[in-house]
């Protein structure tokens, strides 16, 4: 009982040690680019990330992963598709950027989240 006691424990320590944050961003139909807040990370720290273009978007989502002041990564996403990803852990200033290229005062429409994770 007691090294099961420790073990839950010791995970329950672990668990502990690891935090995480998270930032919702929308593009709106009247929006033509919108960022995120920037992030300086050390060299613990994960900069993870998910873009979603909504069902009602008329054109192309466009996002991109910002570090440093550089484009790491950029895509672009039709009606419902959706990206995701995490850049490698080390430290820096990043940020994710949408935008909408064509029709902005139209019908862009798209979900952005940020996540950080931290060992």
Known sequence: MKKVIM?????????SQTAHASEE????????IVFSQT????????????VQASQDTRY??????????KVVK??????GETAH???????????LVLKCQNGYSQGCSATGNVVLAME
């Open 25 to 32: 961003m929308m593009l709106g139909k009247q929006d033509r």
């Open 85 to 95: 990803g995490m850049e490698p852990k080390g430290p820096g200033e990043y940020l």
């Open 74 to 79: 950029t895509g672009y996403l039709r009606k």
């Open 7 to 15: 073990a839950t424990l010791g995970s329950l320590l672990l668990l």
């Open 39 to 50: 992030y300086n990370l050390d060299k613990y720290t994960y900069f993870g990330w998910d």
């Open 60 to 69: 192309y989502i466009q996002y991109e992963i910002v570090k440093n002041g």
